[in-house]
């Protein structure tokens, strides 16, 4: 037997359910309804209303309900004054809160010192100036300012072949990289003679840049161990959500699970939002809109700091 809903609580629950994939549709309401019915039974409740049913299906999905649609039925004037009225109007979007957080990770101390330590950055973003560039920049100098040699890439400036699945970098004896001939191979040279790595990306469609997906393809040759040992590494993914946890989180947390597997330590973590709207993330002179928020700029160049001192 169904738990009884309110009529508000019931429109949340079929919009909800509606969403969902079709072949997969059944066994997500089962979910739902074994975790709505034991918070009805804990609160000791006949009918459920619109908030027991939100916290039911936010139990059950996790980040993912925290996108756009669930901001929307959780909150529509918030949802609009943030989400909609920025795409058109110029006052909404510059009153748009910019924001970076920066993740509590607890990390490893540094090998070496600071003066000892090169570090590498490679941006997966397409536009020189956005947001992401402007916060790879402040890392980088937070690093170089701690006595690091530091040095930028850009992957929209480079040479970047899609991975052909020719697996000669599987072949037994192959003692290289990646086996075609573009700028990649000197990327990956660059990473492996460097004690830490940053990679900054937008978020597009809920998934990274296209170009760092492409370079992400490449570093299939990286397995094994082929950039060393001892690497710290810090990400930095910018969204233009304007809420700063949200389901984009999930894109920011598989990039690290990449870097753990080509044996990079992720020990700084900073995921920035509100660059959506009319503008694009740009101010009206074409300048990244994070460059008005200095507080948030300096988490970035504390951040790179410490991914070269391991002080927080």
Not at 119 to 130: E, T, W
Not at 197 to 216: D, K, T
Request: glycine share 10%.
């Amino acid at each position: 037997m169904e738990p009884v809903l309110t009529k508000e609580a019931q429109e949340i629950w079929d919009i909800v359910l509606s969403m969902s994939l079709s072949f997969k549709r059944e066994a997500t309401k089962g979910k739902y309804l074994r975790i709505l019915s034991l918070l009805m039974q804990e609160q000791g409740v006949k009918e459920a209303g619109k908030e027991l049913v939100i916290e039911a299906i936010r139990m059950v999905e996790g980040k993912k309900f925290n996108n756009h649609v669930f901001r929307r039925i959780e909150d529509p004037a918030t949802y609009k004054r943030l989400v909609i009225d920025p795409k058109t109007d110029l006052d909404a979007y510059f009153a748009l809160p910019r924001e970076v957080k920066r993740w509590d990770i607890p990390s490893s101390k540094p090998t070496k010192s600071p003066k000892e330590m090169k570090v590498i950055a490679v941006n997966g973003s397409p536009r020189k100036g956005g947001n992401g560039d402007v916060l790879i920049d402040e890392a980088l100098r937070g690093a170089e300012d701690a006595s690091a040699t530091v040095e930028k890439i850009m992957l929209q400036k480079i040479k970047l072949n899609f991975c052909i699945s020719c697996y000669k970098c599987k072949e037994p004896g192959w003692a290289g990289f990646c086996s075609q001939k573009d700028d990649v191979n000197g990327i990956f040279q660059k990473m492996a003679d460097s004690d830490a790595i940053i990679i900054g990306f937008p978020v597009y469609l809920g998934r990274e840049s296209g170009q760092l997906c492409a370079f992400f393809d490449r570093c299939y040759c990286l397995s094994g161990g082929k950039l060393g040992a001892s690497k710290r590494g810090m990400i930095i993914g910018t969204y233009g959500s304007p809420f700063v946890d949200s389901f984009y989180d999930s894109v920011v947390e598989k990039v690290m699970y990449l870097f753990v597997s080509f044996g990079i330590e992720p020990v700084e973590v900073l995921s920035a939002c509100g660059f959506l709207g009319v503008l694009g993330g740009l101010d009206d002179k074409g300048k990244a809109m994070i460059l008005r928020f200095p507080k948030e700029l300096e988490k970035a160049y504390q951040a790179g700091k410490s991914l070269v001192t391991g002080e927080s």
